[in-house]
């Protein structure tokens, strides 16, 4: 819902633990919530624990969309159905 | 059997030691940790005299006088500690007024059982800072208090400076069309301190801002005699500074967000805890407000100092009875920044 | 270097194609109304000033999905009693701490007055404080949707592995879709609830996953776009609002799909059931009693509540007369329009639960957005 911030999962630790990276700034928080998840992967986190695994996929599909949209013409946009 | 060595003193345990209830009695427990940490590390021409108060002359010129208590916690913090802290402080508000910093007082709180060890660390770090400064710390005084009462130290200092003829700064001073810059990235402090918290153990490169920022303000008034407002942006952040200056000079601000310097790793950390970069402490930063034909003169002069190489103009002042602080988002929407509402802690949503 | 996956979802130029592409894509002469249920989303929408990037004719509206604004009184006053009870400490999320009760009180000023207060960021710390503390009794202020609740799940289950015995939850865990359900179900006297669609929260989603919102759709007839919450997510939802609102179309859609999925965490779903039940009814600041709408501890780990643990009266606390919340909560009403807003409520001293917390729509409104009312003013 609120303040959950995607960090990229850089060691993996004891206990479901694990150290996450963000812009630089580190943290441990816990993987208590989710399974499959590896170094490398990114997650939601919230208040110290990763809510869900960030789909790269679909992130870049979203990017690419907004990306797409930005290369087409205001007037092409016309009455969206 | 030897003969026993006249006048012998054991040195105070600096190792092992804590502050005890004689440290503040007055007695000779007393005199002896001045003498041997205080009197050591400060050393000079005043101290020397071992008079209870200081006496000098003061160039011709408007004196300036500030004051601030530190409470820190914790005292020490990447990148500082509150002995360094206070002796910066102080000498930047005293800075801020454009006058030169003179000399120091330094008046100690110390609470029953604090390492001697820790202390000794606080007093060489003041030592060091004020040397670098070179502004003496001339006076001060010591008193302990019963264990519990204080958070292991609190520290207040007092400057004293004057102000060079020509000179009037002011936060009253701010007019519609003044340019507003801030000498370099925002929210170092803060996080850093935060990041030494107990509850929040993260490992970044931060580290806290604290500068004496007297000598930049030196350059920038060597450049732009007319400034017309300076201040540090330390508790409550710039936003809280800007509408300061906004509410005295009776104006209102706009503000870029794109245009404020902040590292990566202070916005991450921001992100993470939930706080907003605009209301961080700074502890080595400075914004100043001139007019709009100095702008880049100014500018110039503070990315020719160390301390200011990240200078930026974030924005502007101009007409608004309702002394308002307007933001333009790197997004390309608007907001008010507002007063901070209470202390600002990490948010969960 | 940039942080990725939030930094390209705020891209300024993005934002301005999109905003033409909404701005295209609304029929003149039409409003739209969309709720925006999640506090995230109410903070994107003014920390980034969306609501400036947005055609006039649509008009988000903050709904209650702020676990701290629609905390009733009573149930801080119970948190204030609790931390006062001899031996305890109580372990709060900072969100809840300048949260005033009856008569000003919050968990701070208890604090100030001597009661063992901590703040504390995650529920590990909780747990830590139990250890650390064998001779007290530590006392979890727990609040929160979806998002929330998981870890709160995890903190007792632990708890209870590991023999730790000296730890309860006072348990304020919400549910998202039954307050939708409220909110749509709202009879108002001589207005209908004109709302012509949902923006669903990110994260609960990520726990709840999508299929508990056909509800909206199906029963009531109104789009949702479950949206992350980057600014640029925000408004590609509301676009997707707007699209399926002028094609008549009531669908749930998911424009979080880096993260949500339709069943979404299952671990995280499995964990809350086997530690929580739902009270039959509970109340919601301004919103009044709402059914099968908020948890507590059931089984062997009803032994955690602290409720049960401690004899703490349930009070029930009225809002302030003039408060404007309930309407406000709903959309009904807009914060300049209740009469204290601004005046007697201010952030410093809220009144009501839209004022409470920095996510609330008045007081969002009154940090963020208030320099547009009085620009209008003086125009």
Known sequence: MCLAIPARVIELLDDSGALVDIGGVRKEIS??????VGVGDYVIVHVG???????????ARTLALFAEMSALETAEAGHAD | MSAVKQDYIRPVDFKHGRVDLTHGSGGRAMAQLIDELFLHVFDNEWLRQMNDQASFSVPAGRMVMATDAHVISPLFFPGGDIGCLSVHGTVNDVAMAGARPLYLSASFILEEGFPLADLRRIVESMGRAAQAAGVPIVTGDTKVVEQGKADGVFITTTGVGVVPAGVDISGDRARPGDIILVSGTLGDHGVAVMSKRENLGFETAIESDTAALHGLVAAMLDAVPGIHCLRDPTRGGLATTLNELARQSGVGINIRETAIPLRTEVGAACEFLGLDPLYVANEGKLVAICAAADADALLAAMRGHPL??????IGEVRQDANCFVEMETAFGGRRVVDWLTGEQLPRIC | MPIKYVDEFRDGRLARRLAEKIAAAVRPGRGYRFMEFCGGHTHAISRYGLQDLLPPEIRLIHGPGCPVCVLPIARIDTAVALARQPGVILASYADMMRVPGSKGMSLIKAKAAGADVRMVYSVTDVLRLARENPEREVVFFAIGFETTTPPTALLIKQAAQSGIENLSVFCNHVLTPPALRGILDAPHPGEGLALDGVIGPSHVSAVIGTRPYEFVATEYGRPVAIAGFEPLDVMQAVLMLVQQANAGRAEVENEYVRAVTPDGNA??????????ELHERFEWRGLGWLPASA????????????????AVEAAVVPDHKACECGAILRGIKRPQECKVFGTVCTPDNPIGSCMVSSEGACAAHYSYGRFRDQMAVNA
């Open chain 1, 31 to 36: 993987l208590g919530l989710v399974d499959g």
């Open chain 1, 49 to 59: 624990y990763a809510l869900a695994r960030l789909d790269e996929e679909e992130a």
């Open chain 2, 308 to 313: 200011g190489m990240s200078a930026a103009i």
């Open chain 3, 267 to 276: 671990k995280a779903q499995a964990l809350m059931e086997e530690v929580f």
């Open chain 3, 295 to 310: 948890r507590r501890l059931c089984g062997a780990y009803a032994a955690f509540d602290a409720e049960r643990r401690f």
